[in-house]
């Protein structure tokens, strides 16, 4: 079993939980609170997300590599 450090790993769920949310709501109200503050956050929050994914995926393979 491959372990990940669990700060890692929460930030990826909280970044996760937080881009949803911020999809959700730019989903969901449409054009009522989509404006461009919304949209950056939404990015923003991808951004991270795929950066924490990558950060994850470097732990996963330095503990393959470093048993």
Not at 15 to 37: G, K, P, R, V
Not at 40 to 51: C, D, K, P
């Amino acid at each position: 079993m491959i372990k990940t450090m669990p700060s890692t790993t929460g930030l990826f769920w909280s970044t996760l939980f937080t881009f949803c949310a911020a999809l959700s709501i730019n989903l969901i109200y449409e054009y009522a609170l989509t404006d461009h503050l919304s949209l950056s956050v939404t990015i923003l929050a991808g951004a991270v997300l795929l950066i924490t994914l990558f950060l994850l995926l470097i732990e996963v393979v330095q503990g393959i590599c470093n048993p």
